[in-house]
């Protein structure tokens, strides 16, 4: 068992940035803090996405904190540019990432820390950072009929991109109203024999530029689901979608034509509640993510809600606990904040030298609190490995 201040999982931006934040509040990577990472190799979820969507197409990334990313070829695929500049992120400032890592279980050690259970033995941690983004769980929609289907489904984790294949002189349906279904559609439509795009609510395309302003409104109004305990909400829901010139051309093509969500699937297609019916041979579910959080179930942190309440990026509910890459800090820029809001309040957690250590759960028993009296960092964790 190994035993350490500040535990981070996942080494996608959000996880990457809070542990270069620890850093340079002085704790030590491997001693101090470990950043446990599920993925054979770096780039978080940017390294599974589909081959298509290069450098030049991605919408908003941001540099990590500390080292810009420069001189990038925009035709190069955007898994390749990104997992090769986060490899040379980790190597410059010695993040020593352990990979691959699956974190199956955070739960309590009975002692004030937290027990993190994983593929590769078990670590307990004073405070756990989770960065695991959502790339692990897609969210399929159930609908009547779907397993009577006969053609082929998949999700936009599955997406091969539009020479593989799979839609080539096929009748294909596009489901979701998000920037991704919107790139999938184009693509296809130039393959398939047919497409048809559906969406449960009328898509709202944003034209111009996206000023300051309305992205802090829309932050706030994601923020605002998250401290009331509601599942989050991705940013771009309620960005709307940007119009760009490739869309324009679209719809004058009659392919960025909207249709409403079919009430049911049929063994050869959809069906929408008046009787029409589309024949198709594939459906394309790109219906979005939902946070991987499945680990942190010991802990109960859900609220009635359904979602986990936060303030800032502190879980309200267990102090320990901070959620970053979750919510209103799931874009790129918002994974580097909330990296940096996450290390600063857990080192004042760390250094603070109260019973913050404690859970404090209306209705269960708190764990005992470990007194810290102004201590370093490293002196806590050296301390802690001698009591043992």
């Given amino acids: 068992m190994n035993d350490v201040a500040v535990a981070i999982v996942g080494a996608g931006q959000a996880g990457l940035s809070s542990a270069f934040h620890l850093r340079r509040l002085g704790y030590e990577p491997g001693r101090d803090f470990v950043v446990l990472d599920s993925a054979e190799q770096p780039g978080g979820a940017w390294q599974f996405r589909w081959p298509t969507l290069t450098y030049g197409k991605v919408h908003g990334m941001h540099a990590l904190p500390g080292m810009e990313l420069t001189g990038a070829d925009p035709q190069r695929r955007s898994s390749e540019v990104i997992g090769e500049y986060f490899a040379a992120y980790e190597q410059t400032f010695g993040l020593a990432v352990r990979r691959p890592v699956h974190v199956r279980a955070v739960e309590e050690a009975g002692d004030?820390?937290?027990?993190?259970?994983?593929?590769?033995?078990?670590?307990?941690?004073?405070?756990?950072?989770?960065?695991?983004?959502?790339?692990?769980?897609?969210?399929?929609?159930?609908?009547?009929?779907?397993?009577?289907?006969?053609?082929?489904?998949?999700?936009?984790?599955?997406?091969?991109g539009p020479h593989s294949g799979v839609f080539t002189g096929k009748r294909v349906v596009v489901i979701g109203g998000g920037t991704s279904a919107v790139q999938h559609l184009l693509e296809i439509s130039e393959?398939?024999?047919?497409?048809?795009?559906?969406?449960?609510?009328?898509?709202?395309?944003?034209?111009?530029?996206?000023?300051?302003?309305?992205?802090?409104?829309?932050?706030?109004?994601?923020?605002?689901?998250?401290?009331s305990g509601l599942p989050p909400r991705s940013v771009v829901s309620v960005t709307?979608?940007?119009l760009t010139e490739e869309m324009r051309r679209a719809r004058e093509r009659g392919v960025l034509r909207r249709q409403p969500m079919f009430e049911r699937i049929v063994p050869d297609g959809v069906e929408w509640s008046d009787g029409r019916r589309m024949a198709a041979d594939t459906l394309v579910w790109a219906t979005g993510f939902r946070p991987a959080i499945d680990h942190l179930a010991p802990l109960r942190l859900r609220e009635p809600g359904g979602g986990i309440r936060l303030?800032?990026?502190?879980?309200?509910?267990?102090?320990?606990?901070?959620?970053?890459?979750y919510g209103p800090s799931a874009s790129t820029i918002g994974a580097n904040r909330a990296g940096r809001t996450a290390a600063r309040d857990v080192h004042r957690l760390l250094t603070r030298g109260t019973t913050d250590l404690t859970r404090t759960v209306v209705g269960h028993d708190t764990a005992n609190a470990e007194h810290r009296h102004g201590r370093s960092p490293e002196r806590v964790a050296a301390r802690d490995s001698v009591h043992r």
Avoid: K
């Avoid at 004073?126 to 399929?140: D, K, Q, S, V, Y």
């Fill in 311 to 325: 303030d800032g990026t502190r879980v309200v509910s267990d102090s320990r606990i901070h959620l970053v890459g």
């Fill in 240 to 242: 709307g979608l940007p």
């Fill in 112 to 160: 004030g820390r937290l027990r993190v259970a994983t593929s590769e033995g078990t670590w307990t941690a004073r405070t756990l950072i989770n960065a695991t983004g959502t790339w692990e769980r897609p969210f399929w929609p159930r609908y009547p009929g779907q397993e009577s289907f006969r053609g082929r489904q998949l999700h936009t984790a599955q997406y091969p």
């Fill in 191 to 227: 393959v398939a024999a047919e497409t048809a795009w559906v969406t449960r609510s009328e898509p709202v395309f944003r034209e111009g530029p996206f000023a300051e302003d309305q992205g802090r409104a829309a932050v706030a109004l994601v923020e605002e689901r998250v401290r």
